[in-house]
C-alpha cells in the first residue's frame, strides 16, 4: 500500500506543556524553522491546553499565544500552522483571531465522550476555510463503538480528521488499534482518523504503527517527545521506525528531524519528560497527562506524595479541566495523613 | 492461561553500561535490598560486558565485580543473583570464582550466529550445578529458522532458557514475536525462551509482551530502563503492563518497583538513558548498544559526530568485542573530513 502518513508536529503545542507554556518567539522560530526544513506538513502552535489557555487554572503562557503563532506562520515556508482548540477554554472569537494570524488547521478537542461540545466549532472552523481534526481525548474511557459514534459527530458536524487520542498514555497495543478501527469503520470515506500516543507505558511509537496498520493516516509526535505526562511519541523516531518499515511519509526527512531534536530542541529544555513514577502511574491509572506538573505542584505545596494525588485522580476519573480538583484531592490526602499521625 | 513470567533485573549487569561500570558495593546492596523485598526472583550483577570485562577494552569497573557480587548475595533474602558471561571476555575459571562467590544462575551471551563458542561453558555452568540462559545478542541479524538453530546448539549443550535478545534495540514488534516464535518452535519443550529489549526506538515493552504472548516466559528489564543504548525494557514499566493485562508475574510488587526506580536507583545515576539521536541511530542501524559511549568518546577525541561513527559502524556490522574498531572508524572519518577541508 502506498497510502501516504502525514506525521504532525505538536512540539509547541502539547510540547508547551513540558516548558510550562514559556516559550518565546524565536524559540518557536527555531523550532519551525527545522521542522519545515525536514519537511512536516503540519505543525501545532498554541498554550498546552489550546486557545485561550494562558490562564490561572491552566498556567500562564510567557508569549502571548497569537504572538508565537504570526511568528510561526512567518517562518514557515510549507509547513501549515495548525492551532488547537478545546471548547469551554477558548471560544470561536479566538479561533477567528488564530485564523487572522495566519493558521490554517485546527484541531479541536474534548473529551471522548462530549463531542457534540464542538459542533458549532467545527462549522465555524469550516466557513472559515480551516481544515478541521478532532480530538477524542482520554480516549480509553470509551469503548470502541461508543467512541466511533462519538467521532460520527465530529464528523458530522465538519471534522475532516478524528484523532483518537491517548491522553494518558493508557492504551496498550490493540486496545489503540481497536479504536482506530471502529472510528474507522464508522467515518472512513467521510473522514480520514488520526492517531496521537504518549509514552507513559512506552506504547507512543508502537500504537501508532498498529494505528497506522489499521488505516490511520495522520501521526502525531513532538521532538524528543515533549510533552505532557512522559512526553509524546517522538517524531524523529516515529520517522525513523516508519521509514524502515518502507512506510511513505511524505518525503520527511528522517536525519533532519533527528538533527533537528538533538540541536535545535533539546538544547532549550530545562527538563526532558520520561517514565517517571508519576507519569507511570498516570498511564497505569488513566490520568490526563497535563496533570502530571499540576500533581507535583501541589506535592510540594500540601506534602502529600505526586503519585498518591494521581493515583487518588485516577480512581476518582477526573478529566480535562478539572485541573483545580488535583488541590481538593491533595487537601483531603494531606488531612487524612495528618489525622493517622494524632 | 496462568503461566508465570518471570521478570529479571539487570539493573547491575546492563545497567552498569550506563554508570561506566562505577556501582559501589552500597549501591548495589541498595538496589538488591529493593528489588528483592518488590519479590523480583533473578537479579544479575557483573560487569557491563559480562564476567573479565573490567579492562582497557570495555573500561574499568570501579569495584570488583566479584565483590559486588558477594555483597548482592548477602543482602539478598530470596531472589537469585546471576552473572552474565562472554566467552572470550570471560572464562570457566571466571565462572567458578563467581559461583563461590554465591552466584546460582549464569547467562552465557554470545553474538547470535556464534553460539558454539558457549558449548563448553554451559557444559561447565551446569556441572557446577548453576541455573544457565543463554542470549543470542544481535539476534536481529539472523532471519528467525537461523536464530533458532543456534538456539538449539545453546539448549543441547545445557542451556536452559534461550534469550532473544535485541542489543540494539533495532526489532520492531512481529520482527521480535516471529523471533521468539521460532526459537520456541526449536527448543519447547527442552527449554524455555526470555526476551531481553531495548528501547532505542521505544519497543522494548511492547516486543516484551508480544514475546511473552509467543510462549517467552522470561523477560528481562532494568529500573527506570538503566542499560546501554536508549536503555532497557524499564522493568517497573513491565510490571505495571503485564499486572495490567492480568498477567501472572509471580507475585513481583508493581508499586514496590515504581518506587525502587524513583527512589533508590534515580538518585543514583547522574545520566539517565534516554532516546537521543545517537541511540535512535544505533536502533535504527543495528548498532550493538554498549558501543554508544564508546562512539562519545571517539567523537570527543577525534572531532567527528559520534552518531556519523555509529552509522558507519552500522554499515559494516561490528559486533560486540570490537569495541577498538570505534577508534579506526573515528580516525576514518576524521581523516576524510581533513581531506575534504584541505
Same mark, same amino acid.
Given at each position: 500500500?502506498?497510502?501516504?502518513?502525514?506525521?504532525?508536529?505538536?512540539?509547541?503545542?502539547?510540547?508547551?506543556?513540558?516548558?510550562?507554556?514559556?516559550?518565546?518567539?524565536?524559540?518557536?522560530?527555531?523550532?519551525?524553522?527545522?521542522?519545515?526544513?525536514?519537511?512536516?506538513?503540519?505543525?501545532?502552535?498554541?498554550?498546552?491546553?489550546?486557545?485561550?489557555?494562558?490562564?490561572?487554572?491552566?498556567?500562564?503562557?510567557?508569549?502571548?499565544?497569537?504572538?508565537?503563532?504570526?511568528?510561526?506562520?512567518?517562518?514557515?515556508?510549507?509547513? *501549515?500552522? %495548525? $492551532? !488547537?482548540?478545546?471548547?469551554? @477554554?477558548?471560544? /470561536? +472569537?479566538?479561533? *477567528?483571531? %488564530? $485564523? !487572522?494570524?495566519?493558521?490554517? @488547521?485546527?484541531? /479541536? +478537542?474534548?473529551?471522548?465522550?462530549? $463531542?457534540?461540545?464542538?459542533?458549532?466549532?467545527?462549522?465555524? +472552523?469550516?466557513?472559515?476555510?480551516?481544515?478541521?481534526?478532532?480530538?477524542?481525548?482520554?480516549?480509553?474511557?470509551?469503548?470502541?463503538?461508543?467512541?466511533?459514534?462519538?467521532?460520527?459527530?465530529?464528523?458530522?458536524?465538519?471534522?475532516?480528521?478524528?484523532?483518537?487520542?491517548?491522553?494518558?498514555?493508557?492504551?496498550?497495543?490493540?486496545?489503540?488499534?481497536?479504536?482506530?478501527?471502529?472510528?474507522?469503520?464508522?467515518?472512513?470515506?467521510?473522514?480520514?482518523?488520526?492517531?496521537?500516543?504518549?509514552?507513559?507505558?512506552?506504547?507512543?511509537?508502537?500504537?501508532?504503527?498498529?494505528?497506522?496498520?489499521?488505516?490511520?493516516?495522520?501521526?502525531?509526535?513532538?521532538?524528543?517527545?515533549?510533552?505532557?505526562?512522559?512526553?509524546?511519541?517522538?517524531?524523529?523516531?516515529?520517522?525513523?521506525?516508519?521509514?524502515?518499515?518502507?512506510?511513505?511519509?511524505?518525503?520527511?526527512?528522517?536525519?533532519?528531524?533527528?538533527?533537528?531534536?538533538?540541536?535545535?530542541?533539546?538544547?532549550?529544555?530545562?527538563?526532558?519528560?520520561?517514565?517517571?513514577?508519576?507519569?507511570?502511574?498516570?498511564?497505569?491509572?488513566?490520568?490526563?497527562?497535563?496533570?502530571?506538573?499540576?500533581?507535583?505542584?501541589?506535592?510540594?505545596?500540601?506534602?502529600?506524595?505526586?503519585?498518591?494525588?494521581?493515583?487518588?485522580?485516577?480512581?476518582?476519573?477526573?478529566?480535562?479541566?478539572?485541573?483545580?480538583?488535583?488541590?481538593?484531592?491533595?487537601?483531603?490526602?494531606?488531612?487524612?495523613?495528618?489525622?493517622?499521625?494524632?
Amino acid at each position: 500500500m502506498s497510502t501516504t502518513i502525514r506525521l504532525n508536529d505538536s512540539t509547541l503545542r502539547d510540547g508547551s506543556h513540558a516548558v510550562r507554556h514559556q516559550y518565546t518567539t524565536d524559540q518557536v522560530r527555531r523550532v519551525v524553522r527545522a521542522l519545515d526544513d525536514a519537511h512536516v506538513e503540519m505543525i501545532e502552535v498554541t498554550h498546552g491546553d489550546g486557545l485561550g489557555g494562558s490562564t490561572f487554572n491552566y498556567g500562564f503562557s510567557r508569549t502571548d499565544e497569537l504572538d508565537l503563532i504570526e511568528a510561526a506562520v512567518d517562518e514557515a515556508r510549507h509547513a *501549515k500552522i %495548525a $492551532a !488547537l482548540l478545546l471548547p469551554g @477554554v477558548g471560544t /470561536i +472569537a479566538d479561533l *477567528k483571531e %488564530a $485564523a !487572522l494570524r495566519g493558521v490554517s @488547521v485546527v484541531r /479541536i +478537542a474534548t473529551h471522548c465522550s462530549e $463531542a457534540d461540545v464542538a459542533i458549532q466549532h467545527f462549522q465555524a +472552523a469550516r466557513e472559515m476555510g480551516l481544515e478541521t481534526g478532532g480530538f477524542l481525548m482520554l480516549s480509553h474511557r470509551l469503548a470502541p463503538a461508543e467512541l466511533a459514534a462519538q467521532a460520527r459527530i465530529m464528523v458530522d458536524a465538519g471534522c475532516e480528521c478524528v484523532f483518537v487520542v491517548d491522553s494518558a498514555g493508557h492504551l496498550i497495543m490493540e486496545q489503540a488499534a481497536d479504536r482506530v478501527r471502529a472510528v474507522l469503520d464508522e467515518v472512513g470515506g467521510d473522514a480520514e482518523v488520526g492517531f496521537h500516543g504518549h509514552q507513559n507505558l512506552s506504547f507512543g511509537v508502537a500504537n501508532s504503527l498498529l494505528a497506522v496498520r489499521e488505516g490511520a493516516t495522520q501521526v502525531d509526535g513532538t521532538l524528543y517527545g515533549l510533552g505532557a505526562g512522559a512526553g509524546n511519541a517522538p517524531l524523529e523516531v516515529l520517522a525513523t521506525v516508519f521509514d524502515r518499515l518502507g512506510m511513505d511519509i511524505g518525503g520527511v526527512d528522517v536525519t533532519g528531524l533527528q538533527n533537528a531534536a538533538e540541536e535545535v530542541l533539546r538544547p532549550m529544555v530545562e527538563r526532558l519528560p520520561m517514565m517517571d513514577r508519576g507519569s507511570i502511574v498516570q498511564g497505569q491509572m488513566g490520568v490526563y497527562n497535563s496533570f502530571l506538573f499540576h500533581a507535583e505542584r501541589a506535592s510540594q505545596r500540601y506534602g502529600v506524595p505526586a503519585q498518591d494525588i494521581l493515583r487518588e485522580i485516577g480512581r476518582r476519573g477526573y478529566v480535562g479541566g478539572q485541573e483545580d480538583m488535583l488541590i481538593d484531592v491533595a487537601v483531603e490526602l494531606q488531612q487524612r495523613s495528618l489525622n493517622m499521625v494524632s
